[in-house]
């Protein structure tokens, strides 16, 4: 497990590092500050995205040592094996998966 989340962390930082070279690469080579803030909001939004699904994972390791990998947080039921296949870090069936999109989104 620690192998598993020090390589994710590793890949993160190297990443984060690229992409931060590349921002200053692009205010030298441009001198836009308007580009280089651009690719700062994407760089942060990718590394949170990432950030959340490490957490995801971290989240399902837990899961899987409490015996409860598969089992929808939500209802209980056992998620379907295609869908962990999919999503190996899902915590809730695709139709809780679903529901909770749909009120997020109002």
């Known amino acids: 497990k620690s192998r598993v989340l020090n390589d994710i962390m590793e890949r993160l930082r190297t990443e984060a590092r690229e992409e931060y070279q590349g921002l200053v690469q692009t205010i030298r080579d441009e001198?836009?500050?308007?580009?280089?803030?651009?690719?700062?909001?994407?760089a942060l939004t990718l590394v949170k995205m990432k950030v959340d699904e490490l957490d995801a994972i971290n989240d399902a390791l837990g899961r899987m040592a409490r015996d409860e990998f598969g089992r929808c947080e939500d209802c209980g039921k056992w998620t379907q094996m295609r869908r962990l296949?999919?999503?190996?870090?899902?915590?809730?069936?695709?139709?809780?998966q679903e529901r909770r999109e749909q009120v997020q989104k109002v």
């Open 31 to 42: 001198g836009d500050i308007a580009t280089a803030e651009l690719k700062e909001t994407t």
């Open 85 to 96: 296949k999919a999503v190996p870090q899902a915590s809730r069936c695709l139709e809780c």
